[in-house]
């Protein structure tokens, strides 16, 4: 449910909700004026480094392989998505009876919001022992840029 929809429903939740949002901001500072944003607590968790060229994205996903996951971008929003499939007869092991299940077996996704100062043509991932890396470079400004003038 969004935000938005939550407050219309449960109006009193509104301040405090406000109330946790002006806490974290105050105890995280760097996370306002950062190149990216993105709901805290989701899944998978995840970590955010700037560097002076990029940013890096670093999840957590135990337990799944590269081909149950899909990144993509579209309009500055990053999205991660990943499937957790039940084990089966296609697993190559022999079917036998469920003694009891806790490991979670479902879909997730997760969006990032990028700043438009971010390189969406260059992001690069990588996947391995169950830590998912991106590297989003940061575009050059164009200030920075040497342009020879013609005189005329």
């Avoid at 909700?17 to 901001?25: G, K, M, P, R």
């Avoid at 004026?33 to 899944?43: D, E, F, H, K, T």
């Avoid at 993509?72 to 084990?87: A, D, F, Q, S, Y």
Wanted: charged fraction near 35%; include cysteine.
């Amino acid at each position: 449910m969004k935000r938005a929809a939550i407050h219309a429903n449960f109006p009193n939740l509104a301040p405090l909700d406000n109330l946790f949002d002006d806490w974290f901001l105050k105890e995280f500072p760097e996370l306002k004026n950062s190149n990216i944003s993105c709901a805290v607590g989701a899944y998978p968790k995840m970590d955010a480094y700037e560097y002076v060229d990029s940013v890096k994205l670093i999840a957590e996903i135990p337990g799944l392989s590269k081909k149950d996951l899909d990144i993509n971008v579209e309009r500055n929003m990053l999205t991660i998505t990943g499937t957790r499939r039940p084990k089966s007869e296609d697993d190559g092991e022999q079917c036998c009876k469920v003694i009891w299940s806790e490991i979670k077996k479902s879909s997730f996704q997760r969006k990032i919001r990028l700043d438009d100062k971010l390189n969406s043509d260059k992001i690069s991932a990588k996947f391995e022992d169950g830590e998912l890396t991106i590297i989003i470079p940061k575009l050059v400004p164009d200030d920075k840029i040497k342009k020879e003038i013609e005189i005329e």
